[in-house]
């Protein structure tokens, strides 16, 4: 299998978050309330259902945050990791060194620096993320499902104009990076005529 490694360009550095700027609505801008609330407990419902299968293993959502990266980008370099993820580097670190420990991640050197550790998902490991992805899927599906027709592509579109418009097109290719992947690794094999 091919290595993949992803990297977002580190983020810009932003103005003062606590800036009026970037803190104040637009003056005509009615407050969302309502749609921020709703976010909140769509989120939470939304991670609920693995937060109860890592409970299980003394994990947390940092774990699962990584597990479902290293799935979906396998021998991905730490340092992309830590770009994907944005938390410091010591608690990347933690987090890694669990996964490692029981089993669930494998961290291999890389091929042309062996100082780079590129990490891969053990069978143990897919097996988790993939239980994760299901959960997420039916709940995902079943509310697309109450939407009706079009809800997909409609919630794609709003979940990227909620991301920072210079982080969209990087994570965008990120996703179809390792979609295409995906599609590579699983597509069935054709033997050659002969």
């Known amino acids: 299998m091919a290595d993949i490694n992803v990297s977002l360009p580190s983020r810009p550095a932003k103005a003062d978050p606590a800036?009026?700027?970037?803190?104040?609505?637009a003056q005509d801008a009615e407050p969302m309330v309502d749609l921020i609330e709703l976010f909140f407990f769509a989120y939470r419902n939304f991670v609920s259902d693995p937060d109860e299968v890592l409970q299980g293993f003394g994990f947390g959502r940092a774990h699962h945050?990584?597990?479902?990266f290293v799935n979906r980008h396998p021998g991905m370099r730490v340092t992309d990791l830590l770009d994907i993820l944005r938390i410091t580097k010591q608690s990347l670190g933690r987090v890694l060194r669990e996964l490692i420990d029981q089993g669930f991640v494998d961290?291999?050197?890389g091929s042309s620096?062996?100082?780079?550790?590129?990490?891969?998902?053990?069978?143990?490991g897919e097996a988790l993320a993939q239980q994760f992805v299901a959960l997420q899927s039916q709940r995902i599906a079943r509310a697309l499902a109450e939407c009706g027709p079009d809800s997909r592509e409609m919630a794609r579109r709003f979940l990227v104009a909620m991301i920072d418009p210079e982080d969209r097109?990087?994570?965008?290719k990120l996703i179809a990076r390792a979609d295409?992947?995906?599609e590579a690794r699983t597509a069935p094999?054709?033997?050659p005529a002969g």
């Open 107 to 109: 961290s291999r050197a």
């Open 189 to 191: 094999r054709t033997r």
């Open 169 to 172: 097109s990087p994570i965008e």
């Open 180 to 182: 295409q992947a995906t």
């Open 65 to 68: 945050r990584v597990l479902h």
């Open 19 to 25: 800036s009026p700027a970037r803190l104040a609505p």
């Open 113 to 124: 620096d062996r100082r780079q550790r590129l990490l891969f998902l053990t069978p143990k």
